[in-house]
């Protein structure tokens, strides 16, 4: 080949160095429109946040006193005989009912389930041999009192029945307010006075301000013990103690000026 061929326009060095060319200002084209794009992006970004405003999270608690109790103590044991189960189940019921009435309770305010009983199958290498071992019978004697101190006070002093020789199993008393209703709207008023003093606070510290309200989501209410740091997504509510804290939480988004 000529030197003539190399010098010429048409030559193979001429037009790989020309695609070079060319390669480089497209991807430099494209780099640009992309970071354009991506600055574009970013302050509509930073716009939407302070159109959005500043969401905030409220929160409220007071304490309360439960007034209504449900008690169930449920009377459960073995015999050989349906009978003989049937008929101890009767007799340690009439035992634990006139506990509950010599203690103060009213017979209006004691409920008596039915009794249920079944057989206990003998068992080997898991399989039925067909042989029944022996019978299980229980009742329920189901206690609803508004004099929850009473109630509290016969829980704890169950052991001295059980020291009779009655069988029966005691679950506890369960604590309830009556009064929630009226105490959810004190405190989501509460949490939302709130929630503005934290949006207040964070606001001034970058030298902006609280606007008008834009929107508000009302979190469930939590009923805990005084010293419990319980929360559940779909709201506590504990029934152990009489004294309680009832929590109410809101999500509130402000305008920022």
């Given at each position: 080949?000529?030197?003539?061929?190399?010098?010429?326009?048409?030559?193979?060095?001429?037009?790989?160095?020309?695609?070079?060319?060319?390669?480089?200002?497209?991807?430099?084209?494209?780099?640009?429109?992309?970071?354009?794009?991506?600055l574009t992006k970013v302050g509509s970004g930073f716009?939407?946040?302070?159109?959005?405003?500043?969401?905030?999270?409220?929160?409220?608690?007071?304490?309360?006193?439960?007034?209504?109790?449900?008690?169930?103590?449920?009377?459960?044991?073995?015999?050989?005989?349906?009978?003989?189960?049937?008929?101890?189940?009767?007799?340690?019921?009439?035992?634990?009912?006139?506990?509950?009435?010599?203690?103060?309770?009213?017979a209006a305010d004691i409920t008596l389930g039915s009794?249920?009983?079944?057989?206990?199958?003998?068992?080997?290498?898991?399989?039925?041999?067909?042989?029944?071992?022996?019978?299980?019978?229980?009742?329920?004697?189901?206690?609803?009192?508004?004099?929850?101190?009473?109630?509290?006070?016969?829980?704890?002093?169950?052991?001295?029945?059980?020291?009779?020789?009655?069988?029966?199993?005691?679950?506890?008393?369960?604590?309830?307010?009556?009064?929630?209703?009226?105490?959810?709207?004190?405190?989501?008023?509460?949490?939302?006075?709130?929630?503005?003093?934290?949006?207040?606070?964070?606001?001034?510290?970058?030298?902006?301000?609280?606007?008008?309200?834009?929107?508000?989501?009302?979190?469930?209410?939590?009923?805990?013990?005084?010293?419990?740091?319980m929360t559940s997504d779909g709201g506590a509510y504990?029934?152990?103690?009489?004294?309680?804290?009832?929590?109410?939480?809101?999500?509130?988004?402000?305008?920022?000026?």
């Amino acid at each position: 080949m000529s030197t003539n061929d190399y010098n010429s326009e048409n030559s193979p060095i001429i037009q790989i160095e020309r695609r070079k060319a060319i390669a480089f200002i497209l991807a430099a084209a494209i780099l640009a429109l992309s970071l354009g794009f991506g600055l574009t992006k970013v302050g509509s970004g930073f716009a939407s946040r302070t159109t959005n405003g500043i969401t905030v999270t409220g929160s409220a608690k007071t304490s309360a006193t439960a007034d209504n109790a449900v008690w169930t103590l449920n009377v459960s044991l073995t015999r050989p005989t349906v009978a003989a189960a049937v008929t101890k189940v009767g007799t340690d019921v009439i035992a634990v009912s006139q506990y509950l009435t010599d203690g103060g309770i009213p017979a209006a305010d004691i409920t008596l389930g039915s009794v249920s009983t079944y057989a206990n199958e003998e068992w080997q290498n898991g399989n039925s041999t067909g042989r029944i071992l022996n019978y299980r019978a229980n009742r329920d004697v189901v206690v609803r009192s508004k004099d929850v101190e009473l109630i509290a006070k016969l829980a704890q002093g169950i052991g001295s029945l059980l020291q009779t020789g009655v069988s029966v199993n005691n679950y506890g008393p369960q604590y309830y307010i009556s009064t929630l209703p009226s105490l959810r709207p004190k405190l989501l008023e509460e949490a939302m006075k709130d929630a503005k003093i934290r949006a207040e606070a964070i606001t001034k510290a970058v030298g902006g301000s609280v606007g008008s309200v834009q929107s508000v989501r009302a979190g469930v209410f939590q009923v805990t013990t005084p010293d419990s740091t319980m929360t559940s997504d779909g709201g506590a509510y504990d029934t152990s103690s009489i004294e309680k804290t009832v929590t109410s939480t809101v999500s509130v988004t402000f305008a920022v000026k």
